[in-house]
């Protein structure tokens, strides 16, 4: 597989052909038991849904799925909504300094070989890539990265302090089999400070488009849905519903447990609460989002950066648009799925002119619907994921029949 390809839309659907080896896939994400299945364990995240929601689909396809994560209680091996999950150690076991490398480390070497994957996934950007990844190589298994974020292809690797987790991390990146990209701004970003080719794909989303021709709504509503730290920058919301008392501004999600940044999520909590027209809605359920999508008017979101947020697909499934300081891609300029700003005045300025201009926001409503209809339904995006699983799995049968 040529690792410079960036796919095209195209439109499959369906099983996987039952005549075909199909691989068994593990993917590996500590914090996504509660994703996966469907409770609230304390922890949400875009990258665990996510990996939920691809391991769910595998797994309904007839493919041989697995899944690792922390001990939450589950019998090791148990199927969680059709995928096997293999047990780490549990998230607070061991003693501080010591237990990076026990009971971490070797936990997660001892599931993934309990999983017998023949491909691994990985989709955060950290040291435990250079774990799986040295793991895989050990025993002869292949292992796809893909990038969440788009500071984990800056090579000063900002978003990521400990030394350790640097050094692990670059490990991985540099002996990985497969990365995927979520924009080509992150593939350029890989070649010139990795010197790593990947692959771009459009990230699945599983919720159904909704009704396409959306009228502005009577009384508008601002959806955020975000965890609560700094990069954010939720203040920037609260600031501007201090400026827009008419309109209602919807606030999802909050401070995981154990998560960084425990203050500034309890001081923009707590202004949250103060601010008449903020409703605080906590962590809810995609059952219980959805709705949150289709009734407002637009999703704001207010971040330093991001990868490709699952929000804005949400968001666009239901024909709501964007209005962001952060453009993966340059789409919402060129799709006109919503509007690019820098500042809160900018946020302020678009509001107030979407607010007094219906049409421009039909049009972009109409537009966000189409661009999701069109690149990212769950069938035709995991079909693609598939495929490099299948091809990782070949190239393997072949090393190994040539030795």
Same mark, same amino acid.
């Given at each position: 597989?040529?690792?410079?390809?960036?796919?095209?839309?195209?439109?499959?659907?369906?099983?996987?052909?039952?005549?075909?080896?199909?691989?068994?896939?593990?993917?590996?994400?500590?914090?996504?038991?509660?994703?996966?299945?469907?409770?609230?364990?304390?922890?949400?995240?875009?990258?665990?849904?996510?990996?939920?929601?691809?391991?769910?689909?595998?797994?309904?396809?007839?493919?041989?799925?697995?899944?690792?994560?922390?001990?939450?209680?589950?019998?090791?091996?148990?199927?969680?909504?059709?995928?096997?999950?293999?047990?780490?150690?549990?998230?607070?076991?061991?003693? $501080?300094? *010591?237990? &990076?490398?026990?009971?971490?480390?070797?936990?997660?070497? @001892?599931?993934?070989? #309990?999983?017998? /994957? !023949? %491909?691994?996934?990985?989709?955060?950007?950290?040291?435990?890539?250079?774990?799986?990844?040295?793991?895989?190589?050990?025993?002869?298994?292949?292992?796809?990265?893909?990038?969440?974020?788009?500071?984990?292809?800056?090579?000063?690797?900002?978003?990521?302090?400990?030394?350790?987790?640097?050094?692990?991390?670059?490990?991985?990146?540099?002996?990985?089999?497969?990365?995927?990209?979520?924009?080509?701004?992150?593939?350029?970003?890989?070649?010139?400070?990795?010197?790593?080719?990947?692959?771009?794909?459009?990230?699945?989303?599983?919720?159904?488009?909704?009704?396409?021709?959306?009228?502005?709504?009577?009384?508008?509503?601002?959806?955020?849905?975000?965890?609560?730290?700094?990069?954010?920058?939720?203040?920037?919301?609260?600031?501007?519903?201090?400026?827009? $008392?008419? *309109?209602? &501004?919807?606030?999802?999600?909050?401070?995981?447990?154990? @998560?960084?940044?425990? #203050?500034?999520? /309890? !001081? %923009?909590?707590?202004?949250?609460?103060?601010?008449?027209?903020?409703?605080?809605?906590?962590?809810?359920?995609?059952?219980?989002?959805?709705?949150?999508?289709?009734?407002?008017?637009?999703?704001?979101?207010?971040?330093?950066?991001?990868?490709?947020?699952?929000?804005?697909?949400?968001?666009?499934?239901?024909?709501?648009?964007?209005?962001?300081?952060?453009?993966?891609?340059?789409?919402?300029?060129?799709?006109?799925?919503?509007?690019?700003?820098?500042?809160?005045?900018?946020?302020?300025?678009?509001?107030?002119?979407?607010?007094?201009?219906?049409?421009?926001?039909?049009?972009?409503?109409?537009?966000?619907?189409?661009?999701?209809?069109?690149?990212?339904?769950?069938?035709?995006?995991?079909?693609?994921?598939?495929?490099?699983?299948?091809?990782?799995?070949?190239?393997?049968?072949?090393?190994?029949?040539?030795?």
């Amino acid at each position: 597989m040529s690792q410079d390809t960036v796919t095209s839309p195209v439109a499959v659907a369906g099983p996987v052909p039952h005549d075909l080896r199909v691989p068994r896939v593990c993917f590996i994400a500590h914090n996504g038991y509660g994703a996966l299945a469907e409770v609230d364990d304390g922890h949400a995240g875009g990258v665990e849904r996510q990996l939920a929601m691809m391991a769910r689909w595998t797994a309904s396809q007839g493919i041989p799925t697995a899944m690792i994560t922390w001990d939450n209680g589950n019998p090791d091996g148990a199927p969680v909504n059709g995928v096997e999950v293999f047990n780490l150690c549990k998230r607070d076991a061991g003693l $501080p300094l *010591v237990r &990076f490398v026990y009971p971490r480390w070797f936990s997660l070497n @001892a599931a993934l070989r #309990r999983a017998d /994957a !023949d %491909v691994y996934y990985y989709n955060k950007g950290d040291g435990g890539l250079g774990q799986v990844v040295a793991w895989c190589r050990r025993a002869g298994k292949r292992c796809v990265y893909s990038v969440a974020s788009t500071p984990d292809c800056d090579p000063r690797l900002p978003a990521l302090p400990p030394m350790r987790e640097k050094i692990l991390y670059r490990y991985g990146l540099r002996r990985v089999d497969q990365i995927v990209c979520q924009t080509r701004e992150q593939q350029r970003m890989l070649v010139d400070g990795f010197g790593r080719t990947s692959l771009t794909l459009p990230m699945p989303c599983d919720y159904p488009p909704g009704q396409a021709g959306r009228t502005l709504p009577a009384s508008p509503r601002v959806l955020w849905v975000g965890r609560f730290r700094i990069e954010k920058r939720l203040e920037w919301l609260l600031d501007l519903a201090d400026r827009f $008392p008419q *309109v209602v &501004f919807d606030v999802v999600g909050g401070m995981n447990r154990g @998560a960084d940044y425990q #203050r500034y999520a /309890a !001081d %923009v909590a707590a202004r949250a609460e103060r601010t008449a027209n903020v409703v605080l809605h906590g962590r809810v359920t995609p059952e219980q989002l959805r709705p949150l999508y289709r009734d407002a008017a637009l999703l704001c979101c207010t971040s330093i950066y991001e990868g490709f947020p699952n929000t804005f697909l949400e968001g666009w499934s239901q024909g709501t648009p964007t209005l962001s300081t952060y453009d993966p891609d340059g789409i919402l300029e060129r799709e006109g799925a919503g509007w690019l700003v820098r500042s809160v005045d900018g946020l302020a300025e678009v509001l107030r002119r979407v607010l007094e201009n219906p049409a421009e926001w039909g049009d972009a409503s109409a537009r966000a619907h189409r661009y999701y209809v069109d690149n990212h339904l769950l069938d035709a995006c995991m079909q693609r994921f598939v495929a490099i699983f299948r091809e990782l799995d070949e190239s393997s049968d072949k090393n190994r029949d040539t030795r």
